[in-house]
């Protein structure tokens, strides 16, 4: 039996839009987009098997919408905003990846883990929660954690949320931070929109996510480096426009400029997206199986 959770769910949603109405303007420089968080989730449901997808498709308004709750609870959770990247630069690389956290506190402490980030380890804890949701076959459970949970495995696709210049504030490039993940992946829309294969089961997530976050931080050099150089051969006054939000006039950059960058990335950013999508599937794909398959048709 699949629980009736409308009343539950509605007040969820209203809380959500209160959220998203105030904070809008305050939360893009911290991961993905609005647009690229909910269209992330939502592309997964399609990689779901029909057991399983049903489920989904039915609530697919709160799996794009809950998809942005864990930044707009940045704002009023203390311990939230570490789970959303790793500063990979401040550790020796090969001495902490592939740890898991227990093994990751006894050499770093929980404190330090904390201020650097703890991306890798918030989404195995987080899959573990969706597979006991599916256990106890909790409707309003297992819609929030998987939207949740998609929220961080996007964010672990994310390049510069793997390192401490995660805006460009130490390399003069300040803005680069939405720039590459809110303002090209709103220019692109559907031309993110890629095949996905059939979910996958993941035997050992806590490797895998760290595959993830490794070869997110292998790519942050090249993302600076493209734009540093075309912002020198760029005129200063060709790089930004301003537009009008509302009543305000907001500086963003240029749309030939945006353009250009994007081609020198050379499918980078789709490219994360789509990998993002198809490993959000995988996990909540995974989390299904080992609770035993429920049906959900
Ligand atoms: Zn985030």
Redesign the pocket.
């Given at each position: 039996m699949i629980r009736n959770h409308n009343t539950s769910f509605k007040k969820l949603f209203r809380q959500v839009l209160l959220l998203q109405l105030c904070l809008f303007y305050s939360i893009a420089a911290?991961?993905?987009g609005f647009f690229a968080?909910k269209r992330i989730n939502h592309l997964a449901i399609f990689t779901l098997p029909p057991k399983l997808n049903g489920l989904y498709k039915r609530h697919i308004h709160a799996i794009e919408n809950l998809a942005v709750l864990?930044?707009q609870r940045?704002h009023s959770l203390d311990e939230e905003a570490a789970?959303?990247?790793i500063d990979l630069d401040r550790y020796l690389i090969k001495s902490i990846a592939y740890l898991n956290f227990e093994k990751a506190i006894q050499l770093y402490t929980n404190d330090s883990l904390q201020r650097h980030g703890i991306v890798p380890w918030i989404i195995p804890t987080m899959k573990n929660r969706l597979k006991q949701a599916f256990f106890n076959r909790d409707t309003l459970q297992i819609i929030k954690l998987s939207s949740e949970l998609g929220?961080?495995i996007?964010?672990a696709h994310v390049p510069l949320?793997t390192t401490s210049n995660y805006d460009g504030q130490k390399s003069n490039q300040v803005g680069i931070h939405a720039f590459w993940e809110s303002v090209i992946p709103e220019m692109l829309q559907s031309d993110l929109e890629d095949w996905s294969a059939p979910a996958q089961y993941i035997a050992d997530l806590q490797k895998e996510t760290w595959n993830w976050i490794l070869s997110s931080h292998s790519l942050v050099e090249i993302l600076l480096s493209l734009e540093a150089k075309l912002n020198q051969k760029t005129n200063a006054r060709s790089k930004y426009i301003f537009i009008k939000k509302g009543t305000l006039l907001t500086k963003t950059y240029a749309p030939a400029y945006t353009k250009a960058y994007h081609q020198s990335l050379n499918n980078q950013i789709e490219t994360r997206f789509n990998e993002a999508v198809q490993h959000v599937g995988n996990v909540w794909y995974s989390a299904w199986l080992e609770a035993g398959q429920p049906d959900f048709k």
């Amino acid at each position: 039996m699949i629980r009736n959770h409308n009343t539950s769910f509605k007040k969820l949603f209203r809380q959500v839009l209160l959220l998203q109405l105030c904070l809008f303007y305050s939360i893009a420089a911290y991961s993905w987009g609005f647009f690229a968080h909910k269209r992330i989730n939502h592309l997964a449901i399609f990689t779901l098997p029909p057991k399983l997808n049903g489920l989904y498709k039915r609530h697919i308004h709160a799996i794009e919408n809950l998809a942005v709750l864990p930044d707009q609870r940045r704002h009023s959770l203390d311990e939230e905003a570490a789970r959303h990247y790793i500063d990979l630069d401040r550790y020796l690389i090969k001495s902490i990846a592939y740890l898991n956290f227990e093994k990751a506190i006894q050499l770093y402490t929980n404190d330090s883990l904390q201020r650097h980030g703890i991306v890798p380890w918030i989404i195995p804890t987080m899959k573990n929660r969706l597979k006991q949701a599916f256990f106890n076959r909790d409707t309003l459970q297992i819609i929030k954690l998987s939207s949740e949970l998609g929220h961080y495995i996007a964010d672990a696709h994310v390049p510069l949320h793997t390192t401490s210049n995660y805006d460009g504030q130490k390399s003069n490039q300040v803005g680069i931070h939405a720039f590459w993940e809110s303002v090209i992946p709103e220019m692109l829309q559907s031309d993110l929109e890629d095949w996905s294969a059939p979910a996958q089961y993941i035997a050992d997530l806590q490797k895998e996510t760290w595959n993830w976050i490794l070869s997110s931080h292998s790519l942050v050099e090249i993302l600076l480096s493209l734009e540093a150089k075309l912002n020198q051969k760029t005129n200063a006054r060709s790089k930004y426009i301003f537009i009008k939000k509302g009543t305000l006039l907001t500086k963003t950059y240029a749309p030939a400029y945006t353009k250009a960058y994007h081609q020198s990335l050379n499918n980078q950013i789709e490219t994360r997206f789509n990998e993002a999508v198809q490993h959000v599937g995988n996990v909540w794909y995974s989390a299904w199986l080992e609770a035993g398959q429920p049906d959900f048709k």
